[in-house]
């Protein structure tokens, strides 16, 4: 009776150990709960306003089921012409699609206009890379594969990212800083890039430098105009169908990136409004998620 009354307490406790290992919990190196929105900085952000909500930058973290050492990790910009958050099409479905990838995703929200003009958008964006950086090996993720995604406004700022950073700032008194600002790549879907063409998407630009920018400012934030050498390798896709942010927008980031030599591929699907997000619902738009993947792998960003 009694080695009936041990075996029964061994498969129980097998029992349980096999369900505590599935899922995210205790396979997280992260420490952290699913969905948990972490603050870039203690205290208050560098020009915050106020304490409310829409004054607090944060990254929500969203793991692959089974997280592992040495992971990709993204950080997701939602668009909303820099003045609203597309968070659920453009961040939460996004990050889950990544983490069925086996990729660690982290959804920026990031401080809006009118209330709030350049650059402090593009310092809540290079804190989130810093921050996850700083943090990488603490959790679980591979330093030298951590890019940046961004959507419509998004787009534009994973695109700034991609053309504005630094090393590091070795003299900085917060930690977090002495981390490198440089996506290892960058991934844009119907991104807005130029801030003085023809095509330029007036309400972003509008939230994001006000009613009346320097030009100097706005061409330094045209993306066509900021790319090097050292700008990311990139993926980039947009629709012909586009109208509220035409693919002109990528179609001279691309070019511009190829001038430089920079690793880039862009799709430009012939139907599909403006935020189609995933395109789950459109049997040819439903391919990029696919073409991406492919692009990731082939680029050693993808293990």
Same mark, same amino acid.
């Given at each position: 009776?009694?080695?009936?009354?041990?075996?029964?307490?061994?498969?129980?406790?097998?029992?349980?150990?096999?369900?505590?290992?599935?899922?995210?919990?205790?396979?997280?190196?992260?420490?952290?709960?699913?969905?948990?929105?972490?603050?870039? $900085?203690?205290?208050?952000?560098?020009?915050?306003?106020?304490?409310?909500?829409?004054?607090?930058? +944060?990254?929500?973290?969203?793991?692959?089921? +089974?997280?592992?050492?040495?992971?990709?990790?993204?950080?997701?910009?939602?668009?909303?012409?820099?003045?609203?958050?597309?968070?659920? =099409?453009?961040?939460?479905?996004?990050?889950?699609?990544?983490?069925?990838?086996?990729?660690?995703?982290?959804?920026?929200?990031?401080?809006?206009?009118?209330?709030?003009?350049?650059?402090?958008?593009?310092?809540?964006?290079?804190?989130?890379?810093?921050?996850?950086?700083?943090?990488?090996?603490?959790?679980?993720?591979?330093?030298?594969?951590?890019?940046?995604?961004?959507?419509?406004?998004?787009?534009?700022?994973?695109?700034?990212?991609?053309? =504005?950073?630094?090393?590091?700032?070795?003299?900085?008194?917060?930690?977090?800083?002495?981390?490198?600002?440089?996506?290892?790549?960058?991934?844009?879907?119907?991104?807005?890039?130029?801030?003085?063409?023809? $095509?330029?998407?007036?309400?972003?630009?509008?939230?994001?430098?006000?009613?009346?920018?320097?030009?100097?400012?706005?061409?330094?934030?045209?993306?066509?105009?900021?790319?090097?050498?050292?700008?990311?390798?990139?993926?980039?896709? =947009?629709?012909?169908?586009?109208?509220?942010?035409?693919?002109?927008?990528?179609?001279?980031?691309?070019?511009?990136?190829?001038?430089?030599?920079?690793?880039?591929?862009? =799709?430009?699907?012939?139907?599909?409004?403006?935020?189609?997000?995933?395109?789950?619902?459109?049997?040819?738009?439903?391919? $990029?998620?696919?073409?991406?993947?492919? $692009?990731?792998?082939?680029?050693?960003?993808?293990?």
């Amino acid at each position: 009776m009694k080695r009936l009354q041990t075996f029964a307490l061994l498969l129980s406790l097998t029992a349980a150990t096999a369900v505590a290992q599935q899922g995210r919990g205790p396979q997280n190196p992260l420490m952290l709960q699913d969905t948990q929105a972490l603050p870039l $900085w203690q205290g208050q952000a560098p020009g915050a306003q106020g304490t409310e909500d829409r004054d607090i930058p +944060t990254i929500t973290v969203y793991m692959p089921r +089974t997280a592992t050492p040495g992971m990709t990790a993204v950080i997701v910009c939602p668009g909303g012409g820099y003045g609203a958050l597309a968070s659920n =099409h453009e961040g939460r479905q996004v990050a889950n699609y990544l983490n069925s990838l086996g990729i660690a995703a982290f959804v920026l929200k990031y401080r809006l206009g009118p209330r709030y003009h350049h650059p402090v958008e593009i310092g809540d964006a290079q804190r989130a890379m810093r921050t996850v950086r700083a943090n990488a090996a603490k959790w679980g993720i591979a330093p030298d594969r951590i890019g940046i995604m961004g959507f419509s406004a998004g787009g534009h700022l994973a695109s700034s990212v991609s053309t =504005h950073f630094d090393t590091g700032k070795p003299d900085a008194t917060d930690p977090i800083d002495h981390a490198g600002s440089r996506p290892d790549f960058a991934i844009l879907g119907y991104p807005v890039i130029s801030l003085i063409a023809p $095509w330029t998407h007036q309400g972003s630009k509008k939230n994001l430098l006000g009613d009346n920018p320097d030009p100097k400012l706005a061409s330094s934030l045209s993306g066509e105009l900021a790319v090097t050498a050292q700008t990311p390798p990139t993926f980039i896709f =947009h629709t012909n169908g586009d109208t509220a942010v035409p693919a002109e927008n990528s179609i001279q980031y691309f070019l511009a990136l190829r001038k430089a030599g920079v690793v880039a591929e862009m =799709h430009i699907f012939q139907r599909g409004p403006h935020g189609v997000g995933l395109g789950a619902d459109d049997f040819a738009l439903g391919e $990029w998620p696919k073409l991406l993947t492919n $692009w990731l792998r082939v680029n050693g960003f993808l293990k």
